[in-house]
């Protein structure tokens, strides 16, 4: 059974930072690439970062390119989201989500979320 | 004009069907793209339940019931996610997406009333 644990949310004041972990369990899990998705209380899905199986591909929402850094680490079984330079509109529920192939950012299984918000 | 547009709600009676759509901006064509459809009921995480690309290219989420189902309309470029048989705890948002120039596209959700 897939299992996706996030961790790492909490309060933080506008400009700090924050590295949230998801720790991946039940599957094969450098096989598969990985991605961060949020949620905004009240409002929908919004896409926010992918990695391929190794890593070395990466993709980002307009949003959060250049203060957002997305990784893993496959002998860990562990992918991470560092975000810098929060702004009050980055508050939201994070998911960790795991894609359909090792290429395919697609998502088919999801996390239970971490609560991360920003505000003074 | 956003890249997938799905209505904010929709209204149906248990045991009756309920048909979703996802229209594709104009100039994306829905041939193209595996739309995928996901679940979410209040204060819960997201549910996989389905792709659709084609007959021949379509996946069933782990677990979700074959009343669960996808199609596409051409004529309207939209991506179709079809319920039969509703029942109470169909009750949810309903939200479709794609991989779009190398990002992955939400639309933005129906919340699925069953009364």
């Known amino acids: 059974e897939v299992q996706l644990l996030e961790s790492g949310g909490g309060l933080v004041q506008p400009g700090g930072s924050l590295r949230l972990s998801c720790a991946a369990s039940g599957f094969t899990f450098s096989g598969y690439a990985m991605s961060w998705v949020r949620q905004a209380p009240g409002k929908g899905l919004e896409w926010v970062s992918s990695?391929?199986?190794?890593?070395?591909?990466?993709f980002y929402a307009d949003s959060v390119k250049g203060r957002f850094t997305i990784s893993r680490d496959n002998s860990k079984n562990t992918l991470f989201l560092q975000i810098n330079s929060l702004r009050a509109e980055d508050t939201a529920v994070y998911y960790c989500?795991?894609?359909?192939?090792?290429?395919?950012?697609?998502?088919?299984?999801w996390g239970q979320g971490t609560l991360v918000t920003v505000s003074s | 004009q956003p890249v997938l547009t799905q209505p904010t709600s929709l209204s149906a009676s248990p045991g009756a069907s309920a048909r979703f759509t996802c229209t594709l901006r104009?100039?994306?064509?829905?041939?193209?793209?595996?739309i995928f459809w996901y679940q979410q009921k209040p204060g819960s995480l997201p549910r996989y339940l389905l792709r659709?690309?084609?007959?021949?290219?379509?996946?069933?989420g782990s677990g979700v019931p074959s009343r669960f189902s996808g199609s596409k309309d051409g004529s309207t470029n939209a991506g179709l996610l079809l319920i039969s048989g509703l029942q109470s705890e169909d009750e949810a948002d309903y939200y479709c997406a794609i991989w779009y120039s190398t990002t992955v596209v939400f639309g933005g959700g129906t919340k699925l009333t069953v009364l």
């Open positions: 990695l391929s199986g190794s890593g070395g591909n990466t």
């Open positions: 989500a795991k894609g359909q192939d090792y290429t395919d950012n697609m998502l088919d299984n």
């Open positions: 659709y690309k084609s007959d021949s290219d379509k996946q069933q």
């Open positions: 104009s100039g994306i064509n829905v041939g193209t793209y595996r």
